[in-house]
């Protein structure tokens, strides 16, 4: 079955930096999309970025674009996203899932625990 587990969440100051990574099983990541997406508390599901199958094309919100970078590796069916001069508007869950790019592409239901990021000082 579809298992994603991500990890490397944590508390960091604002203007800091996290990389965050995703482990993939169960399924044929290396041919398709995947994203991350992430829930503010109080807040619904939003879309941060997307990758395509070889990581040549990638996909940002305007509210990260800029700051994170999305990747992939296939060899080991790990997706990372680096955060860099982190908000405490970024504060939120973080999950990686199946698909995209765009929250209307993206299978929810394939989310692991997620891991959570905090910008705070």
């Known amino acids: 079955q579809v298992q994603l587990v991500e990890s490397g969440g944590g508390l960091v100051q604002p203007g800091g930096s996290l990389r965050l990574s995703c482990a993939a099983s169960?399924?044929?990541?290396?041919?398709?999309?995947m994203s991350w997406v992430r829930q503010a508390p109080g807040k619904g599901l939003e879309w941060v970025s997307s990758?395509?199958?070889?990581?040549?094309?990638?996909w940002y919100a305007d509210s990260v674009k800029g700051r994170f970078t999305i990747s992939r590796d296939n060899a080991t069916n790990t997706l990372y996203l680096q955060m860099n001069s982190l908000k405490s508007e970024d504060t939120a869950v973080y999950y990686c899932?199946?698909?995209?790019?765009?929250?209307?592409?993206?299978?929810?239901?394939?989310r692991g625990q997620g891991t959570q990021v905090t910008a705070s000082s």
């Open positions: 899932a199946k698909g995209g790019p765009g929250l209307g592409l993206i299978d929810t239901g394939s």
């Open positions: 990758i395509n199958l070889s990581g040549t094309n990638t």
């Open positions: 169960g399924f044929s990541f290396s041919v398709g999309y």
